[in-house]
C-alpha cells in the first residue's frame, strides 16, 4: 500500500506542484487549500504523515498542528514555511511540528524529509537501532559514564528516557519533547561522552545531511537545550566547534 500524505497549501501553483511530484515519487496525495479542510480529512482520513503550509487563510498550519496534537495525534508533521528567523521556526516546533522546509524548497529536500519522518514511524527505523553501534566521532574530551540502559530505559547525565512510552526525565522534572527532539536526545544519551559529528547527526535523525548551510540540527539542539537546562545545573549539551555535539554533565 502506497503511504499517505495530506498536503495543505494555499497556494494553488505550489500545492498542485507538490501534489504532483509526490504522486510521482509514490505517495497517495490529499491535496487541500486551507486548514480547515485539513482538519476535516485528518479526522475522516488519517494520513501516515502531514504537509503543511504554515501561512494560510482562516486556521493556519500551526493551529492545525496544536489542534491535532492536543487531540493526541502524533502523526508526524512536515512545515512548509517563507518565515526565515530563528523564533518563527521554534514556534513550528513549539506547536508540535517534527520538521520544516523553508521555501523556496528544493522538491527532493522535502522527499528527503518525509522519508526521514516515515521511517522513523517504522519499528524498524528506530533511532535506537540505527544508533547501537559505534558512531562516527570527532574527537573530544574523555567520555563520560556511559549510558544505564534496558530493553525499555536509557540513562544518562542525569537524563532518563523510556523509550517505549516516550517520555523523558532530567532528575524527577518530566520534560515534554516533540518526536524529532525525542530522538535526537536519545541518540545523543545512548552515545553520552561520544562526540558526534553533524553529519552522522543528520544522518541518524534525517537520514540525509543537507550541508554546512542548514540550520535545521542548531535550532533542534538549541530548542532542546532550553527544554533541559535548569537555573544553577551544568548544562548538558555541549558544543564541540566545528565537528558537532556531546552529552556530558561537567
Known amino acids: ?19 504532483r511530484a509526490l504522486t510521482l515519487e509514490g505517495y497517495e496525495v490529499t491535496a487541500v487549500a486551507d486548514g480547515v479542510e485539513a482538519l476535516a480529512q485528518a479526522h475522516k482520513n488519517p494520513p501516515d504523515v502531514l504537509v503543511l503550509d504554515v501561512m ?13 496534537r492536543a487531540e493526541g495525534d502524533r502523526t508526524p508533521i512536515l512545515m512548509l514555511t517563507a518565515l526565515v528567523e530563528t523564533a518563527d521556526r521554534i514556534a513550528g516546533l513549539d506547536a508540535g511540528a ?22 522513523r514511524t517504522s519499528p524498524a527505523g528506530s533511532v535506537g537501532a540505527a544508533a547501537s553501534g559505534t558512531p562516527t566521532a570527532g574527537g573530544g574530551d574523555a567520555p563520560a559514564k556511559g ?39 536519545e541518540l545523543l544519551v545512548r552515545n553520552a561522552g561520544i562526540v558526534l559529528d553533524h553529519s552522522t547527526i543528520y544522518d541518524r535523525i534525517w537520514g ?11 535550532v533542534y539542539v538549541g530548542y532542546l537545550r532550553r527544554k533541559l537546562d535548569e537555573p544553577g545545573a551544568p548544562q548538558l549539551i555541549h558544543t564541540v566547534r566545528g565537528v558537532g555535539y556531546v552529552l556530558r554533565e561537567d
Open 98 to 119: 517534527d520538521d520544516y522546509v523553508v521555501k523556496p524548497f528544493d522538491v527532493e529536500e522535502v522527499f528527503a524529509r518525509l522519508r526521514a519522518l516515515l521511517r
Open 56 to 68: 494560510m487563510p482562516g486556521i493556519d498550519g500551526l493551529q492545525v498542528c496544536r489542534v491535532l
Open 147 to 185: 549510558p544505564q540502559t534496558s530493553e525499555r530505559h536509557i540513562e544518562a547525565a542525569g537524563i532518563r528516557m523510556d523509550v517505549q512510552a516516550r517520555r523523558v526525565w532530567r532528575g524527577t522534572r518530566e520534560v515534554e519533547l516533540t518526536r524529532t527532539e525525542f530522538e535526537l536526545l
Open 208 to 218: 540525509y545531511d543537507f550541508g554546512p548551510g542548514s540550520k535545521n540540527l542548531a
Open 1 to 19: 500500500m502506497p503511504q499517505t500524505v495530506l498536503l495543505a497549501e494555499d497556494d494553488r501553483a505550489i500545492r498542485h506542484a507538490l501534489e
